[in-house]
């Protein structure tokens, strides 16, 4: 290992370690007037009651601050649910608003120094270490021990690292009180950006778009040489920054909207929920432009971009799940599963997913236009289950934390119904496929193992027989990675294009029409 690399190493772990640390600064104390700035009107006079013991008091740390929170709160909640006094629950989780107000540390008098010591040095160590990657080595992407890896083949650094990953997931969505100080640590640039304070969103927009371009450093080095990959990961990059995470906090400074531009329905699966509805509507011409772009986007843009370029415009080039997987996840994409049975389970749990999303958007729809008079408690509950258990749990503590475990495109193959709407489309009317030349193919198994979609590639190109499949995404590293040239990604037409009896020819000196 070079120097540098060496440099950029530790610069990564030292932010690596003071990100984790810095959760952990400082004490709360949790004053009245902070209970009713930071709460609902028609919660204010009662959370001011039930926190009053709480009131002057200086907790050390945010488990003892949120358990005496938690204390206060439940008891009086759990009374009421025991009683069935449905209607007197506070459903509101108060405990981050809270827990930020009540915050004293070092983190937020000096936030951009604790920027600059956590994520700062370790984007800035992941740069270095990237950069040098691959420096010396002809053009021409290897293989050469990822599967003697701890950390890309399922190894002690890999197991760490994912359940790192799975861990955060777990407190960003369910316990984001105890990211308070991370938070405060990122105020500084919402507030530059959207006028306003940041919330843990924010924070995990801020990572993600980091973690994005980062590594999308080490895409352009490990794929020197390959114009479509050095295209693809600019692509990704971009759409992230600026569709992503850029222009929806602009348009809150503007009094707009937020809103990601790139997004689409059923993969935004709250794109048809009231309050964004009523969100649209009442912010005039900008709100309705919104609402067309979004419906347009689904019944016009993903059927015609993916008849004419296949699923990968979107999956490859423009959505910020791809583009992590395609930077972030790109060290384990060997990972992915290349069984017939992985297949099966692949093809029902996707569209299972694409069939509730379409039922409950549908059920929403209904309940919009009926005044929520039919089903509108099944509508809040389908949100509800919709919301944790795919939104949540699926696409996030599984999708991105089952990286070193099962592959960088987790949720792209078995839970995004966006894929799955765009893989139908893909299979049955489409002019893209990957073309194989099977006299060429020397079986050397490259294409499969970099498949990070599951597909064995090698089967199809040994048999000269053109991959049309709806999983696939498009990425072409199947072809970057061939050192004969047998695959090509090629958008032609549509006649032929699925052949279930391909004849192994060779080159095209031979041409037969069944």
């Known amino acids: 290992m070079k120097m540098i690399e060496k440099v950029g190493l530790g610069l990564f772990l030292i932010g690596l370690i003071a990100f984790l640390v810095i959760p952990f600064l400082g004490s709360y104390t949790l004053l009245e007037e902070q209970v009713w700035e930071n709460t609902k009107d028609i919660h204010q006079e009662k959370m ?11 907790y050390g740390s945010n488990f003892s601050f949120l358990s005496a929170f938690r204390e206060n709160f439940n008891s009086y909640n759990d009374q009421l649910k025991s009683e069935q006094v449905w209607d007197q629950v506070i459903w509101d989780d108060y405990s981050f608003p809270l827990a930020k107000a009540a915050l004293q540390s070092p983190v937020r008098d000096n936030p951009w120094l604790f920027f600059g010591v956590s994520l700062g040095l370790a984007a800035l160590g992941g740069f270095l270490y990237n950069f040098r990657q691959h420096a010396d080595e002809p053009a021409g992407v290897k293989n050469n021990g990822i599967f003697h890896s701890s950390m890309k083949n399922r190894g002690l650094l890999g197991m760490l690292t994912g359940s790192l990953l799975i861990l955060f997931y777990i407190v960003l969505y369910w316990f984001p009180a105890y990211l308070v100080n991370l938070v405060w640590m990122v105020n500084p640039i919402s507030e530059w950006l959207s006028g306003g304070p940041a919330s843990q969103w924010f924070l995990y927009g801020l990572i993600y778009t980091l973690a994005i371009l980062v590594m999308g450093v080490r895409m352009f080095r490990k794929y020197r040489g ?3 990959q050095q295209l693809r990961t600019a ?6 920054t600026a569709f992503a995470f850029l222009i929806p906090e602009i348009l809150v400074l503007l009094n707009q909207p937020y809103f990601d531009f790139k997004n689409i329905w059923p993969l935004d699966y709250d794109f048809f929920y009231d309050y964004q509805i009523d969100t649209f509507l009442s912010s005039g011409g900008v709100g309705m432009f919104m609402l067309i772009w979004g419906i347009l986007l689904i019944i016009v843009g993903v059927p ?3 008849y004419f370029f296949g699923k990968r415009w979107y999956c490859s080039w423009v959505c910020g ?5 395609e930077t972030v996840g790109d060290p384990y994409r060997q990972l992915s599963d290349k069984s017939v049975k992985a297949w ?15 039922v409950m958007t549908v059920v929403t729809i209904a309940n919009y236009f009926s005044g929520f008079a039919l089903l509108g408690n099944v509508t809040n509950q389908l949100h509800s289950f919709y919301g944790f258990a795919i939104g949540s749990v699926f696409a996030g503590v599984v999708g991105t934390g089952f990286y070193p475990f099962m592959g960088n495109r987790v949720w792209c193959r078995f839970g995004c119904p966006l894929a799955a709407y765009l893989g139908i489309v893909q299979r049955f009317k489409s002019r893209f496929r990957i073309t194989t030349n099977g006299g060429q193919c020397i079986s050397c198994g490259n294409c499969s193992t970099y498949c990070e979609m599951g597909i064995d590639v090698r089967w199809y190109a040994q048999r000269g027989q053109e991959i049309v499949r709806s999983s696939c995404v498009g990425c072409g590293v199947c072809s970057a990675v061939c050192p004969r040239g047998v695959l090509k990604l090629e958008n032609g037409p549509e006649e032929n294009r699925i052949n279930e009896l391909p004849i192994i020819i060779g080159n095209d000196s031979i041409k037969i029409k069944l």
Do not use: D
Request: hydrophobic share 50%; aromatic share 16%.
């Open 321 to 325: 799940c791809g583009g992590l997987a």
């Open 304 to 306: 015609v971009f993916t």
């Open 235 to 240: 692509s990704v990059m971009f759409f992230q």
């Open 48 to 58: 001011a009651e039930l926190l009053a013991p709480m009131y002057g008091k200086e």
């Open 344 to 358: 099966k389970y692949e093809r029902w749990i996707i569209h299972s997913v694409l069939v509730l999303a379409v």
């Open 226 to 228: 390959n114009k479509y």
